[in-house]
């Protein structure tokens, strides 16, 4: 078992910055994949970013490449999401994810979730 909390999220003004956090407890962090994934209002939750167990393999959506970066810091368990130059459509509750092996871009195949955060935009 591995808890997720993610923290982060707030209202921002488009072409604006955040970074979202989420903090892992309760197995080794190096176990696993991580990804971050956003659900907008009446739309079906999507990935972001993926991240490999050491860091070393990215994935991103196309509509955030260029402008979001995922990384990790195995030693402080921890995943992030940098967003920058941010646009109304980025505006969704954003979740981190873990599983063990690679990692994925879909949704079905993470096994523990956080709660979620929510990023609104504003123009």
């Known amino acids: 078992q591995v808890q997720l909390v993610e923290s982060g999220g707030g209202l921002v003004q488009a072409g604006g910055s955040l970074r979202l956090s989420c903090a892992a407890s309760?197995?080794?962090?190096?176990?696993?994949?991580m990804g971050w994934f956003r659900q907008a209002p009446g739309k079906e939750r999507e990935v972001v970013a993926a991240?490999?167990?050491?860091?070393?393999?990215?994935y991103y959506l196309d509509s955030v490449k260029g402008r979001f970066t995922i990384s990790r810091d195995n030693a402080k368990n921890t995943v992030y999401l940098q967003m920058n130059s941010l646009k109304l459509e980025d505006t969704a509750v954003y979740y981190c994810?873990?599983?063990?092996?690679?990692?994925?871009?879909?949704?079905?195949?993470?096994?523990?979730w956080g709660q979620g955060t929510q990023v609104t935009v504003s123009s």
């Open positions: 994810a873990a599983r063990e092996g690679p990692y994925s871009s879909r949704f079905y195949q993470y096994d523990y």
């Open positions: 309760g197995h080794t962090f190096s176990r696993y994949a």
């Open positions: 991240i490999s167990r050491t860091g070393g393999s990215t």
